[in-house]
């Protein structure tokens, strides 16, 4: 329908108005970060009219023009530019109608109200100004438009708009708007990248090294270990990843780096209005790794020896950036010599330790179609490794997991991944997950459930008075709360195990045990060997002092009694155990004053009841000889209750003084 707009738009996708840059230079080096993020480095061609012409895909824009740079010791950068984030719109600001006027005949001829148009649809043709477009219905219940024009002679004439309609704009300006309009719709139905010009001044050369970041799929590394009879495993690292940056790579370097950067993103290549109640929004990533973080007590073995190394060889330290050359990997094992599940590798990359991370230069060049996955190996060496069976403590299960516990002697840190575990004589046991391995540290690797072994718990709390103070009647103690855990290990029947328990960290507890064997950032370790078919019992004691003050005239004599009880001054706990004393016989005579004090309140409620009543009966009168008879009696009452109370009182003031005094002589 509506052939004419239909092939204007044709016409502008096929031949666009801008034609885009399409040659970028070689990529030489990319340099993929556990981040998620690619630093490209390639050799960008510089043009007769010193400009550098990158055509980036649309997504990356912001990335660049955040993060671009030369990589010359002669050219420096004068500015970008670039098409805007919205051409298409930008275009059809200075346009009297809209992209959505464009899609059909009846909406162009809507937005073209009070232009003159000659319009042909069934063979008949009006010509005239529009004076608007309503939707009709045929005899048949099918929907059309129906167009009014008004001519040249002032006649209204109208014409039905049907699937042959055909537009012709009369005014040669307006027509050449609409052509503009087609045209911008054209080049945005192909708008998926941008040609960034860089002015480039002072190069000596025609192509320049041209560095920038923009996101990339995070590498990961795949761990296989085969457990050796000798403590050693054979330990290989590969590293996975994928080209997703919308070309091929031919002949690239490849530097893998495990840093984990913060890693913002700016909407740079936006269009933005000033509103002052608009507050920009960051967003930052940090994974934390829910897996063994390791033993705290290797950080000082560890400093030891790279203060050691330090003293050897200080010109080390000034050459962070030089690459050094990984250890050579162990031979590959003899034909039934045992399991063979890591083959050797031929080369290996060039690992570096920097401060914060560990880079892996890949050997040799690569090419890499865009979309598909490359895996590489970057490290192999024998390292020490032990299998342990490892619980921790409140586990559900009764059963520790089998681990492996790792020591890194590669000389470089490596990064968290995925572990497949075998065993050099019985083949693959399980999989396992490491978190980032420093240099000289070491991790356990958990990996099944050994259900060989049993561990129970057993937990018994003691409080403990370590000391006494009394100063102006206020009792400062001193008590140590002990709790004393017993982890029972029956061992498997068939084989001696090495069992390590993960012992709770308390804040503010102090923490001990003969089979200590370093912590975890929330764990404390217990370590023992466990014979075949034996028990072993490994004995955990965190202990903390409480200090807490009491008013000792208000404090219960049961209390009084149990500090005496514990305390370690024999003068203290007798002092006590008197004043125990008298608080019990002063709470009794405050009860037993309480108590009269109620009796008494009753009884005067009562004779007000009597005397309301007496009043409201005839004098002489059987019923009031009564009332004046219980009237009496009430009264006798209260004169005993009044005499008793008195007694009471004077009791209460002596013992309160009596307290007082027994707080004046500790």
Same mark, same amino acid.
């Given at each position: 329908?509506?052939?004419?707009?239909?092939?204007?738009?044709?016409?502008?996708?096929?031949?666009?108005?801008?034609?885009?840059?399409?040659?970028?230079?070689?990529?030489?080096?990319?340099?993929? =970060?556990?981040?998620?993020?690619?630093?490209?480095?390639?050799?960008?061609?510089?043009?007769?009219?010193?400009?550098?012409?990158?055509?980036?895909?649309?997504?990356?824009? %912001?990335?660049?023009?955040?993060?671009?740079?030369?990589?010359?010791? @002669?050219?420096?950068?004068?500015?970008?530019?670039?098409?805007?984030?919205?051409?298409?719109?930008?275009?059809?600001?200075?346009?009297?109608?809209?992209?959505?006027?464009?899609?059909?005949?009846?909406?162009?001829?809507?937005?073209?109200?009070?232009?003159?148009?000659?319009?042909?649809?069934?063979?008949?043709?009006?010509?005239?100004?529009?004076?608007?477009? $309503?939707?009709?219905?045929?005899?048949?219940?099918?929907?059309?438009?129906?167009?009014?024009?008004?001519?040249?002679?002032?006649?209204?004439?109208?014409?039905?708009?049907?699937?042959?309609?055909?537009?012709?704009?009369? %005014?040669?300006?307006?027509?050449?708007?609409?052509?503009?309009?087609?045209?911008?719709?054209?080049?945005?139905?192909?708008?998926?990248?941008?040609?960034?010009?860089?002015?480039?001044?002072? @190069?000596?050369?025609?192509?320049?090294?041209?560095?920038?970041?923009?996101?990339?799929?995070?590498?990961?590394?795949?761990?296989?270990?085969?457990?050796?009879?000798?403590?050693?495993?054979?330990?290989?690292?590969?590293?996975?990843?994928?080209?997703?940056?919308?070309?091929?790579?031919?002949?690239?370097?490849?530097?893998?780096?495990?840093?984990?950067?913060?890693?913002?993103?700016?909407?740079?290549?936006?269009?933005?209005?000033?509103?002052?109640?608009?507050?920009?929004?960051?967003?930052?990533?940090?994974?934390?790794?829910?897996?063994?973080?390791?033993?705290?007590?290797?950080?000082?073995?560890?400093?030891?020896?790279?203060?050691?190394?330090?003293?050897?060889?200080?010109?080390?330290?000034?050459?962070?950036?030089?690459?050094?050359?990984?250890?050579?990997?162990?031979?590959?094992?003899?034909?039934?010599?045992?399991?063979?599940?890591?083959?050797?590798?031929?080369?290996?990359?060039?690992?570096?330790?920097?401060?914060?991370?560990?880079?892996?230069?890949?050997?040799?060049?690569?090419?890499?179609?865009?979309?598909?996955?490359?895996?590489?190996?970057?490290?192999?060496? $024998?390292?020490?490794?032990?299998?342990?069976?490892?619980?921790? +403590?409140?586990?559900?299960?009764?059963?520790?997991?089998?681990?492996?516990?790792?020591?890194?002697? @590669?000389?470089?840190?490596?990064?968290?991944?995925?572990?497949?575990?075998?065993?050099?004589?019985?083949?693959?046991?399980?999989?396992?997950?490491?978190?980032?391995?420093?240099?000289?540290?070491?991790?356990?690797?958990?990996?099944?459930?050994?259900?060989?072994?049993?561990?129970? $718990?057993?937990?018994?709390?003691?409080?403990?008075?370590?000391?006494?103070?009394?100063?102006?009647?206020?009792?400062?103690?001193?008590?140590?709360?002990?709790?004393?855990?017993?982890?029972?290990?029956?061992?498997?029947?068939?084989?001696?195990?090495?069992?390590?328990?993960?012992?709770?960290?308390?804040?503010?507890?102090?923490?001990?045990?003969?089979?200590? %064997?370093?912590?975890?950032?929330?764990?404390?370790?217990?370590?023992?060997?466990?014979?075949?078919?034996?028990?072993?019992?490994?004995?955990?004691?965190?202990?903390?002092?409480?200090?807490?003050?009491?008013?000792?005239?208000?404090?219960?004599?049961?209390?009084?009694?149990?500090?005496?009880?514990?305390?370690?001054?024999?003068?203290?706990?007798?002092?006590?155990?008197?004043? +125990?004393?008298?608080?019990?016989?002063?709470?009794?005579?405050?009860?037993?004053?309480?108590?009269?004090?109620?009796?008494?309140?009753?009884?005067?409620?009562?004779?007000?009841?009597?005397?309301?009543?007496?009043?409201?009966?005839?004098?002489?009168?059987?019923?009031?000889?009564?009332?004046?008879?219980?009237?009496?009696? =009430?009264?006798?009452?209260?004169?005993?209750?009044? +005499?008793?109370?008195?007694?009471?009182?004077?009791?209460?003031?002596?013992?309160?003084?009596?307290?007082?005094?027994?707080?004046?002589?500790?």
């Amino acid at each position: 329908m509506f052939n004419r707009i239909v092939a204007s738009l044709f016409v502008a996708a096929v031949f666009p108005a801008a034609a885009l840059a399409s040659e970028n230079g070689p990529i030489r080096e990319i340099r993929l =970060s556990s981040g998620g993020l690619a630093e490209i480095l390639r050799a960008a061609p510089v043009g007769k009219d010193e400009v550098v012409r990158l055509e980036v895909p649309l997504e990356q824009v %912001d990335d660049i023009l955040k993060s671009v740079v030369l990589n010359s010791a @002669t050219a420096t950068v004068a500015g970008f530019s670039l098409v805007g984030p919205s051409p298409r719109e930008e275009s059809f600001k200075g346009l009297p109608f809209t992209v959505e006027s464009l899609a059909s005949v009846p909406l162009l001829l809507k937005a073209l109200q009070g232009t003159s148009v000659t319009v042909t649809s069934n063979g008949k043709t009006v010509q005239g100004k529009v004076l608007g477009v $309503e939707p009709r219905k045929g005899a048949d219940g099918a929907q059309y438009f129906l167009l009014s024009v008004l001519t040249s002679d002032g006649v209204v004439a109208t014409l039905a708009l049907a699937q042959d309609a055909s537009v012709v704009v009369d %005014d040669a300006e307006l027509r050449g708007k609409l052509v503009e309009a087609t045209e911008a719709i054209g080049r945005a139905s192909n708008d998926r990248s941008r040609v960034i010009n860089i002015n480039v001044k002072g @190069t000596t050369s025609g192509a320049v090294d041209v560095s920038y970041v923009v996101a990339a799929p995070i590498w990961k590394t795949a761990y296989k270990v085969v457990v050796q009879d000798n403590g050693k495993a054979r330990l290989q690292a590969w590293a996975v990843l994928e080209n997703a940056s919308g070309e091929d790579w031919k002949g690239v370097k490849i530097v893998l780096t495990s840093a984990d950067p913060v890693t913002l993103r700016q909407r740079l290549h936006q269009l933005y209005w000033r509103d002052r109640h608009e507050v920009p929004v960051n967003t930052a990533s940090t994974n934390v790794p829910e897996v063994d973080t390791g033993n705290l007590a290797n950080r000082a073995k560890a400093q030891r020896s790279a203060m050691a190394a330090r003293a050897r060889s200080q010109s080390m330290a000034d050459s962070t950036m030089e690459f050094a050359a990984a250890p050579p990997p162990p031979a590959a094992p003899e034909p039934g010599s045992g399991y063979g599940g890591a083959a050797p590798m031929q080369d290996s990359a060039v690992a570096n330790e920097n401060d914060i991370s560990a880079t892996f230069a890949l050997p040799g060049v690569y090419d890499l179609a865009n979309g598909d996955t490359l895996s590489v190996p970057i490290a192999d060496a $024998e390292v020490p490794a032990t299998m342990v069976s490892l619980y921790r +403590a409140s586990a559900r299960s009764p059963h520790p997991v089998a681990a492996l516990m790792l020591s890194n002697t @590669t000389s470089v840190s490596l990064p968290a991944g995925i572990l497949t575990i075998y065993d050099a004589t019985s083949g693959y046991v399980g999989d396992a997950q490491l978190a980032g391995l420093p240099n000289e540290d070491t991790r356990l690797a958990s990996f099944a459930t050994d259900r060989k072994v049993t561990i129970t $718990e057993d937990r018994k709390p003691t409080e403990a008075l370590m000391q006494a103070k009394v100063v102006d009647g206020m009792l400062s103690l001193t008590q140590k709360t002990r709790i004393v855990t017993r982890y029972t290990v029956t061992g498997a029947l068939d084989g001696a195990r090495t069992v390590v328990i993960e012992h709770p960290v308390r804040s503010g507890w102090t923490f001990s045990s003969e089979q200590s %064997d370093g912590k975890t950032a929330s764990h404390y370790r217990l370590k023992a060997s466990v014979p075949a078919g034996q028990e072993k019992t490994l004995e955990a004691v965190d202990e903390q002092l409480q200090r807490q003050v009491y008013a000792l005239t208000d404090t219960e004599p049961d209390m009084l009694l149990s500090w005496s009880a514990s305390s370690p001054d024999p003068a203290l706990a007798a002092k006590l155990v008197e004043l +125990a004393d008298t608080r019990k016989k002063q709470i009794a005579v405050q009860t037993e004053l309480q108590h009269l004090e109620q009796t008494h309140e009753r009884l005067v409620n009562e004779q007000d009841r009597i005397r309301k009543n007496l009043s409201a009966v005839a004098a002489n009168s059987d019923l009031s000889t009564r009332y004046l008879k219980q009237l009496e009696g =009430s009264e006798n009452k209260i004169r005993s209750l009044d +005499a008793k109370r008195g007694q009471l009182q004077d009791d209460a003031q002596s013992l309160e003084g009596r307290v007082k005094q027994i707080l004046r002589t500790f």
